[in-house]
């Protein structure tokens, strides 16, 4: 599982390539090939802005900045927060002109998106948002089955601890981002790696025991 990290590259400089990668966004004031190759060609994704507020002319521009870099894993098309209704509507809108650029794109579950109504056949991630109690029920630990299921890649925001670094991995997320890694990079980075570092194990651990049993 790998945590994306906003901001400059350079923080990530020496860190275990398997466990990070780089988190865009137009709302940041980097410069998107500056960070992506800072550290080595580590994969990223763009985040859309919508969580302080989406700018379409910002969102547009970015992604032609970055259509020349390679590693983009998805595109997170735009979102509307707590409301899946919404999401999906604009989703519809968003996806053929992301696809059309040339990236993969990322579906965000908010509260309400129900799974027999997610475009599966549209997106290439599945990006679990909303609120806490969303992101931790039932309804998406079911829309994360499928995903894993269907072949997608699956994405978690707003991990911030060991706790939920965990449950994520037990969701079988290939990805997460985190705001603490991001404010505090100096504190959280190093546990970071040291969590990530103990999750591998584990599942290294459970796969040997199926393979013995």
């Known amino acids: 599982m790998r945590l994306l990290v906003y ?3 350079e923080r990530l ?20 090939h500056r960070v992506t190759s800072a550290a080595g060609s580590l994969p990223w994704a763009v985040d859309n802005g919508a969580y302080s ?17 390679s590693g983009c894993i998805w595109v997170a098309a735009p979102d509307v927060v707590g409301d899946g209704i919404a999401t999906l509507k604009l989703f519809r809108q968003w996806a053929p ?3 059309a650029w040339g990236f993969p794109v990322a579906f965000v579950s908010q509260d309400g998106s129900l799974q027999y109504e997610l475009p599966w056949d549209d997106f290439e991630c599945l990006f679990i948002g909303g609120t806490t109690e969303w992101k931790l029920g039932g309804i998406v630990r079911e829309q994360a089955r499928v995903a894993k299921y269907k072949g997608k890649l699956l994405h978690m925001g707003r ?7 965990r449950y994520a991995a037990s969701i079988k997320c290939d990805s997460v981002d985190g705001s603490s890694f991001n404010w505090f990079s100096d504190i959280y980075l190093p546990k970071a790696e040291k969590w990530l570092a103990e999750i591998d194990a584990e599942e290294d651990n459970l796969r040997g025991v199926r393979e013995v049993g």
């Open 13 to 32: 400089i020496g860190r275990n390539p398997n466990h990070f990668g780089h988190l865009l966004s137009p709302a940041q004031g980097n410069d998107p």
């Open 159 to 165: 991990v911030n601890s060991r706790k939920r670094l």
């Open 7 to 9: 901001g400059s590259g």
């Open 97 to 99: 002109r992301i696809h």
């Open 53 to 69: 507020g989406f700018d379409e002319k910002k969102f547009v521009r970015y992604l032609k900045r970055v259509q020349d870099i």
